[in-house]
Structure formats: C-alpha cells, structure tokens
Nanobody, 123 residues
Framework: QVQLVESGGGLVPPGGSLRLSCAAS????????MGWFRQTPGKDRELVAG????????WYADFVQGRFTIFGDDDNNMVYLRMNHLKPEDTAMYFC????????????????WGQGIQVTVSS
C-alpha cells in the first residue's frame, strides 16, 4: 500500500518561505514521477510543480516560476517543495501526488494522492 504524507505547512506572512515535505512509503518511486498540486475552496486542483526521477528537468506552473523549487531525495523516498516569496494568493491546500510518468502528472492522471496540507499566507 503506497502512502504519501505531507508536512511543513502552516501560516506565513507575505514574502516568507516554507518547505513542504512529502514522505512516500510502500514502494520506491525511483521510476515514477512526483508532483505538487494545490486547491482552494470552489476551485479545481491545479498543478504547481512536477518532476520525473528518471530524467528531465522539473517543471513549474507559470504562477510559481522562480519562487518555488521541487526536489527529491530518492534514497529516502522524499519529495519537497521549497516555496519562497510567498503571496496571499498562494494560500491553498497543497497535495503531494505520484504517477508513473511526467505526462500523467501534467495531465493530473494521478495514481496516489497525499491527504493535503494547508498553507496560509497572511499578515
């Protein structure tokens, strides 16, 4: 049974930083793709960033380019989202996601979801 567990969310002032963590258990994801999505009430879940461990550069939504970084620790089955220069509009529930391919991440064809973690950007 594969599980994804997020941590590291919380309340941060505008301009601040957070690092979200996603711990994957149940199977190595060295041949998979991982991503972070976010969702606010009444809106569809949207892709924030993704990466395929077997090759290729990570990719980001336009609204986080230059501010967020996705990276992983394959040995420990962890994936992270470093978020800098946070804005109030970044407030959302953030979800870790796993799929077999990068294309599936991009198309939100997700095999496994985490339970989500709240990020609130407010003064």
């Amino acid at each position: 049974q594969v599980q994804l567990v997020e941590s590291g969310g919380g309340l941060v002032p505008p301009g601040g930083s957070l690092r979200l963590s996603c711990a994957a258990s149940g199977r190595s994801f060295s041949r998979d793709a991982m991503g972070w999505f976010r969702q606010t009430p009444g809106k569809d879940r949207e892709l924030v960033a993704g990466v395929a461990w077997h090759g290729g550069a990570p990719w980001y939504a336009d609204f986080v380019q230059g501010r967020f970084t996705i990276f992983g620790d394959d040995d420990n089955n962890m994936v992270y989202l470093r978020m800098n220069h946070l804005k109030p509009e970044d407030t959302a529930m953030y979800f870790c996601a796993r799929a077999h391919t990068a294309a599936q991440i991009r198309n939100a064809e997700i095999e496994y979801w985490g339970q989500g973690i709240q990020v609130t950007v407010s003064s």
